[in-house]
């Protein structure tokens, strides 16, 4: 049988830091809905890898659909473990102001870091699954570019540095329909140590 000939090892959910159900103003009970989630994604990624592994492309048109299917949710499924990822990794710090390369890029960018915070808080507002900082590295400069799903919309060549998760569950059970309180949560509890590590890993000229 000719298969998609993916090679694929399973993965696990990563674990999460102690900090994390202690964050100001984002309770215990939703970090762990994010997480039974995330969790989902990482199962559904590894099943849905497992299940193109076994399809045949050398049958009749309908397998088309089926691989249409999978791959969309593949998209979703990787989409909500970067996605998660990124957020629980960057949360659990002090939040206010970052200090050197991290802030020089966003006030180059931005203008100022009040500016960044309040172009990010509004595409937040606007979006209906997540709004990222991320360093498009064509554009040679950040982004805060806006996201409805786990896998929209994302634009190639481009590394996210912050993820803000404005799905209901991020902020239902604590704020309601307060999405803007969320947010500020959100800023208040970022790690600008673990932001600035990956503008250092990534090598991001500032
Ligand atoms: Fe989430």
């Known amino acids: 049988m000719a298969t998609l000939a993916f090679k694929f090892e399973e993965i696990i959910p990563r674990e999460l830091k102690p900090e994390l ?10 970090i762990e809905a994010h997480f039974k989630l995330y969790e989902g994604y990482v199962n559904k990624r590894n099943e849905i890898l497992q299940k193109l592994d076994g399809v045949d492309t050398t049958s009749a048109n309908q397998v088309y659909s089926e691989i249409r299917a999978l791959k969309v949710d593949l998209t979703f499924a990787i989409g909500g473990i970067k996605n998660h990822e990124i957020y629980f ?4 710090g002090g939040g206010g102001d970052p200090t050197g390369p991290i802030a ?22 606007g979006g209906r699954g997540w709004a990222w900082t991320a360093y498009d590295w ?26 803000l998760d404005v ?26 140590d673990v932001i600035a590590s990956w503008v250092s890993k990534y090598q991001i000229q500032t």
């Not at 020089?104 to 507002?125: N, Q």
């Open 21 to 30: 159900y202690e964050l100001d103003g984002i309770s215990r009970a939703t």
């Open 104 to 125: 020089s890029l966003i006030e180059r960018d931005f203008g100022s870091v009040e500016a960044w915070r309040a172009d990010l808080k509004a595409t937040g507002m």
């Open 167 to 192: 799905y209901e569950h991020a902020y239902f059970l604590d704020y309601q329909t307060d999405r803007a309180s969320y947010i500020d949560a959100f800023f208040a509890n970022l790690d600008w």
């Open 138 to 163: 064509d554009e040679q400069r950040l982004f805060n570019y806006i996201g409805d799903a786990q896998n929209t919309f994302p634009v190639w060549n481009a590394t996210p540095l912050v993820a």
């Open 89 to 92: 990794e960057h949360l659990g």
